[in-house]
């Protein structure tokens, strides 16, 4: 979230913030590190779909108009929840917990309405069809069996 938060503030995906942030966080392995950052980065890249959806759900509160920490929030929530890698209700549950941490009173409160609304529809829109657990492998990708 600190990642998300830091490249909202100067508009773009630097990977030379994103390592002075998590180099900052000194009880935390590099596989977590590495990993956090490729989730921000993921994040990142899908938050103009975030952002659409979230001030369709809020047109009172469009991204523009909400706290960074909170935008940043919901970007991370919305790219974890759909992205199949955790429990939506996790995800929800520390999502509210970093709102209540970093955010101001309202925030848990929006964010759990946000997150709720987004869960339902993307459950809706994803009725029926097989979880997605990793991309099919293409040509380049496929791995032959040694004879």
């Not at 993307?122 to 979880?131: I, R």
Request: no cysteine.
């Amino acid at each position: 979230m600190q990642v998300l938060f830091l490249w909202d503030s100067h508009g773009e995906n630097d990977p030379v913030l994103a390592a002075q942030v998590s180099n900052d966080a000194t009880d935390v392995d590099d596989d977590a590190r590495r990993g956090a950052l490729a989730m921000a980065a993921e994040a990142w890249n899908q938050r103009e779909v975030t952002d659409q959806w979230v001030a369709r759900l809020a047109p009172q509160w469009p991204p523009k108009r909400q706290p960074g920490v909170d935008r940043s929030i919901l970007r991370l929530a919305v790219w974890e929840m759909t992205s199949g890698k955790t429990p939506a209700k996790v995800v929800i549950d520390e999502a509210i917990e970093l709102a209540k941490s970093f955010s101001t009173e309202q925030s848990p409160g929006f964010v759990n309405a946000i997150l709720d609304s987004v869960w339902r529809e993307y459950q809706d829109m994803t009725k029926g069809a097989a979880p997605i657990l990793e991309p099919e492998p293409t040509a380049e990708t496929r791995m032959t069996k040694p004879e």
